[in-house]
């Protein structure tokens, strides 16, 4: 980090600080078994991601997924559903489908914070460090941050479904640094994807690091941590540097 007058820290929420346990795949297995032929989670997980990767194809980046498909949100997960059952050929019915699996992925059950995250923020809160959450989600993101215990550390979480823009527009990370109050150069967002975070953190001024749990980018020229809790010997050394 070449920041020397640290004020805060944004972070991403999916990947980052937060997780799905079941997986999608195994959620939503288990919901297309209840409408119609078994299915395994081995069989739905890849579907899913390459739906979800044909989804995001239909808007460019940076902007709003869920206004790519008239209706907004839901219409976009139904969009989303259908295209799972068409990979699938699967008989189930799209609309219960939907709403049985938009109400489990609300279920504070399915999600869980990583085991670092929340000593680190309390870290990082007790270092006076300002925190944020920047995240490409839908409307019912701060819902499950309050669920998991998380959301009042916070002082601003921006979602991009209620702005309109998502991540990598540097718009959606000045908007925040606006509530914030604060510089892009005071700042560093911490996030798991290398386009929408790290790269749209960097063109929108702020500093960057990449949250590699898996060691995926390790032969990329990124800023890696494996683990929240690296970031604050990171921190230490920017606040205390030369």
């Given at each position: 980090?070449?920041?020397?007058?640290?004020?805060?820290?944004?972070f991403d929420a999916g990947g980052t600080m937060i997780y799905c346990d079941p997986s999608p795949g195994e959620i939503y297995a288990h919901h297309l078994s209840r409408f119609?032929?078994?299915?395994?989670?081995?069989?739905?997980?890849?579907?899913?991601?390459?739906?979800?990767?044909?989804?995001?194809?239909?808007?460019?980046?940076?902007?709003?997924?869920?206004?790519?498909?008239?209706?907004?949100?839901?219409?976009?997960?139904?969009?989303?559903?259908?295209?799972?059952?068409?990979?699938?050929?699967?008989?189930?019915?799209?609309?219960?489908?939907?709403?049985?699996?938009?109400?489990?992925?609300?279920?504070?059950?399915?999600?869980?914070?990583?085991?670092?995250?929340?000593?680190?923020?309390?870290?990082?809160?007790?270092?006076?460090?300002?925190?944020?959450?920047?995240?490409?989600?839908?409307?019912?993101?701060?819902?499950?941050?309050?669920?998991?215990?998380?959301?009042?550390?916070?002082?601003?979480?921006?979602?991009?479904?209620?702005?309109?823009?998502?991540?990598?527009?540097?718009?959606?990370?000045?908007?925040?640094?606006?509530?914030?109050?604060?510089?892009?150069?005071?700042?560093?967002?911490?996030?798991?994807?290398?386009?929408?975070?790290?790269?749209?953190?960097?063109?929108?001024?702020?500093?960057?690091?990449?949250?590699?749990?898996?060691?995926?980018?390790?032969?990329?020229?990124?800023?890696?941590?494996?683990?929240?809790?690296?970031?604050?010997?990171?921190?230490d050394t920017s606040m205390t540097g030369p």
């Amino acid at each position: 980090m070449t920041t020397n007058h640290l004020a805060a820290i944004t972070f991403d929420a999916g990947g980052t600080m937060i997780y799905c346990d079941p997986s999608p795949g195994e959620i939503y297995a288990h919901h297309l078994s209840r409408f119609g032929r078994p299915v395994q989670a081995e069989e739905v997980g890849p579907i899913f991601r390459d739906a979800w990767a044909a989804m995001q194809r239909q808007s460019a980046p940076g902007q709003d997924r869920y206004a790519s498909v008239a209706g907004g949100e839901l219409a976009w997960w139904g969009a989303f559903v259908r295209e799972v059952l068409r990979r699938l050929d699967h008989d189930a019915p799209w609309e219960p489908l939907l709403e049985d699996l938009y109400a489990a992925f609300c279920e504070a059950s399915v999600w869980r914070i990583y085991p670092e995250t929340m000593s680190t923020l309390e870290a990082l809160a007790g270092r006076g460090i300002r925190l944020a959450v920047i995240s490409n989600w839908d409307r019912r993101l701060p819902d499950i941050l309050r669920s998991l215990e998380i959301f009042e550390i916070f002082e601003t979480v921006t979602v991009s479904s209620v702005e309109g823009v998502e991540k990598p527009s540097s718009e959606i990370f000045h908007r925040t640094l606006e509530r914030l109050g604060i510089s892009a150069g005071e700042t560093i967002h911490i996030g798991d994807s290398p386009l929408e975070d790290y790269a749209g953190a960097e063109t929108a001024g702020l500093g960057a690091a990449l949250i590699d749990r898996h060691n995926l980018f390790a032969n990329e020229p990124y800023r890696r941590i494996s683990s929240l809790n690296e970031i604050l010997g990171i921190i230490d050394t920017s606040m205390t540097g030369p």
